[in-house]
């Protein structure tokens, strides 16, 4: 049972992950946290493990839909290299700082991160673009299937530090960084939605590796159920990246929006009534 569970959040967690370049990590994190806690079905796994097994997931999630977006054309190779730049040393610094917390600080504070993701993407569409960031970086040109053109850019040295920031989250909390970067990079960077996404899944797919090799390298991984999410959650972001080429994510985004204000909540609620 615990193994259809597992493969079950997988394959939500791939398909989401890459249809709107997550991750899937911010999904299957507060997935296992609950089904650790309120459930009781994984009761031996702390939480550095559900990050180590979170971690590894999006090795894979990043591969498979990476591989679907490069053949229709919507992945920056030089964002992503610059993007994976700065966010490498700050999913090592994450993971190091992640040994230290107890299961009601992790709940506590990944549940503040959730809210916070949610009610960004509650405003998204609400922000004013910033053009600054444009102006002053170099400027990248893309034009959609509709011939709709988009131009875009940023300044190195602001991505670097951004990217850093978003790789400590990711190496603190087992989330692929996109939850983070896909937002940041349509509002302060201008880019492509579609674009952005595909992106995101090559920024996630490199970080991952390195994020998951200090986890290996603490411990943190458990390795038997990784058995049940590796392939449910590849083949997920398969049918993530194909729902990506066909259909509007708006719905999705909504429905995303609405679980992670819950799972946030739920998961401050958890931490702050567990000390």
């Not at 405003?123 to 509709?146: C, H, I, P, Q």
């Not at 920031?165 to 087992?174: D, E, I, P, R």
């Amino acid at each position: 049972m615990e193994f259809v569970l597992l493969a079950i959040a997988g394959l939500f967690s791939g398909i989401v992950g890459a249809l709107i370049g997550l991750g899937g990590g911010v999904i299957l994190v507060p997935a296992m946290l609950f089904l650790g806690t309120a459930v009781a079905f994984f009761p031996d796994l702390s939480p550095q493990q559900i990050v180590g097994l979170s971690v590894i997931m999006m090795i894979f999630t990043g591969l498979s839909s990476t591989l679907s977006y490069m053949k229709v054309k919507t992945v920056d190779y030089r964002s992503a290299l610059i993007f994976f730049a700065g966010s490498a040393p700050g999913t090592v610094v994450g993971a190091f700082v992640n040994k230290g917390l107890d299961l009601p600080s992790f709940n506590l504070y990944f549940g503040i991160l959730l809210v916070f993701l949610s009610l960004l993407l509650l405003v998204r569409d609400k922000l004013k673009a910033v053009y600054w960031f444009v102006e002053n970086g170099k400027k990248n040109t893309f034009t959609d299937s509709m011939n709709k053109e988009y131009i875009y850019g940023y300044p190195i040295w602001f991505a670097l530090l951004l990217t850093f920031g978003v790789g400590f989250a990711s190496g603190l909390f087992g989330i692929g960084g996109g939850s983070i970067m896909v937002p940041a990079m349509i509002l302060l960077f201008l880019f492509p939605p579609h674009v952005a996404v595909g992106t995101s899944m090559l920024m996630v797919f490199l970080s991952s590796i390195i994020n998951s090799i200090t986890h290996i390298s603490l411990g943190n991984v458990p390795w038997i159920y990784t058995l049940a999410i590796v392939p449910s959650a590849y083949i997920g972001a398969k049918i993530g990246a194909s729902l990506n080429k066909k259909m509007k994510s708006e719905t999705l985004v909504v429905i995303l929006r609405i679980a992670l204000l819950i799972l946030g909540l739920r998961s401050i609620y958890e931490g702050l009534f567990s000390f």
